[in-house]
């Protein structure tokens, strides 16, 4: 961080602590694990709200990757047309909705 050019004070705001949840059970179960990794979330949320004083809230955030459901990879796309660049089964499907979208 840079020097501030001008004399400043630090004012206190929140104070929180972050608690990444134990999701690994889910991770070799197939399907739904989103939701179950949810439920996994609010379960650790609803556990820290009873056990723990001090809390004046807690909330559950859920990262998550989209991927191309083809290949897996990061579906960058061409900043021109809009084309996926990560495989060929991506560029066959957006050519075949760029087709329909012409007849529509
Ligand atoms: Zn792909």
Same mark, same amino acid.
Request: charged share 35%.
């Given at each position: 961080?840079?020097?501030?050019?001008?004399?400043?004070?630090?004012?206190?705001?929140? *104070?929180? %602590?972050?608690? $990444?949840? =134990?999701?690994?059970?889910?991770?070799?179960?197939?399907?739904?694990?989103? /939701?179950?990794a949810?439920?996994?979330?609010?379960?650790?949320?609803?556990?820290i709200?009873?056990?723990v004083?001090?809390v004046?809230? *807690?909330? %559950?955030?859920? $990262?998550? =990757?989209?991927v191309c459901a083809?290949?897996?990879?990061?579906?960058?796309? /061409?900043?021109?047309?809009?084309?996926?660049?990560?495989?060929?089964?991506?560029?066959?499907?957006?050519?075949?909705?760029?087709?329909?979208a012409?007849?529509?």
């Amino acid at each position: 961080m840079s020097e501030p050019l001008t004399k400043t004070k630090t004012y206190f705001r929140e *104070a929180r %602590v972050v608690v $990444d949840v =134990d999701v690994s059970l889910w991770l070799t179960k197939p399907g739904g694990k989103i /939701d179950a990794a949810k439920r996994q979330a609010e379960d650790v949320k609803k556990q820290i709200l009873r056990h723990v004083d001090g809390v004046a809230q *807690a909330y %559950v955030e859920i $990262d998550t =990757d989209i991927v191309c459901a083809y290949c897996g990879y990061d579906p960058e796309y /061409d900043d021109i047309d809009g084309r996926p660049l990560c495989c060929d089964k991506a560029v066959a499907e957006w050519q075949s909705r760029i087709k329909e979208a012409a007849h529509e």
